[in-house]
């Protein structure tokens, strides 16, 4: 079955930096894209970033670009997030979600793993 | 960037119920439109893609229609198990914008 186990969340302070992992298996994972999603406490669920399943190609949320990087390892199996710059308004649970669709271009999430609390807090 | 606005932002019906909740993106998005349901407590799971293409093991009283700018999610006898917060999520370009939500709760 699918999993995905996200990891590297914790509480950091504001402007240092973090680096999320999501491991993925059940599936071919080099085959599709994956995204990360983030919802604050109490909040919604805000899109973040996505990368194809080559790494060739990704996309930013507006709040985040210049400060995450998105990138993936196929031998691995596993995805990352690096943030840099951390603000409070980067505290949430952060999800990496597999992209529906073995197709290059981003498409609605068909698989979530279970989430990493980020809390940004001096 | 497109905006999408749902409404209402919550509301209350009584089981059996039909409800519908809305979409609207800023811009047109063709039928490049997704439904999650959340749970309390629990990850999204996709409902509806392709604004109207219900997802694998989504019970048929969930349906979605629309296109272009106006989108909609109707339940079309509401059950206990329907407590939740929807959203919608625009696909056809980056950002894929999630709307606002909607929390659906038992009268």
């Known amino acids: 079955q699918v999993q995905l186990v996200e990891s590297g969340g914790g509480v950091v302070q504001p402007g240092r930096s973090l680096r999320l992992s999501c491991a993925a298996s059940g599936f071919t994972f080099s085959s599709y894209g994956i995204h990360w999603v983030r919802q604050a406490p109490g909040k919604g669920l805000e899109w973040v970033a996505f990368?194809?399943?080559?790494?060739?190609?990704?996309y930013y949320a507006d709040s985040v670009k210049g400060r995450f990087t998105i990138s993936r390892d196929n031998f691995k199996n596993t995805l990352y997030l690096q943030m840099i710059s951390l603000r409070a308004e980067d505290t949430a649970v952060y999800y990496c979600a597999r992209s529906a669709f073995v197709v290059s271009a981003p498409r609605p999430v068909d698989y979530w793993g279970q989430g990493t609390l980020v809390t940004v807090s001096s | 960037d497109i905006q999408m606005t749902q409404s209402p932002s919550s509301l209350s019906a009584s089981v059996g119920d039909r409800v519908t909740i809305t979409c609207r993106a800023s811009?047109?998005?063709?039928?490049?439109l997704a439904w999650y349901q959340q749970k309390p407590g629990k990850v999204p799971e996709l409902l509806i893609y392709?604004?109207?293409t219900l997802q694998s093991g989504v019970p048929s009283r969930f349906s979605g229609s629309g296109s272009g700018t106006d989108f909609t999610l109707t339940i079309s006898s509401l059950q206990p198990e329907d407590v939740a917060t929807y959203y919608c999520q625009k696909y056809n370009s980056a950002p894929l914008t999630f709307g606002g939500g909607t929390k659906v709760e038992i009268k």
């Open positions: 392709a604004a109207s």
């Open positions: 990368i194809w399943y080559d790494g060739s190609n990704k």
């Open positions: 811009q047109g998005i063709f039928n490049y």
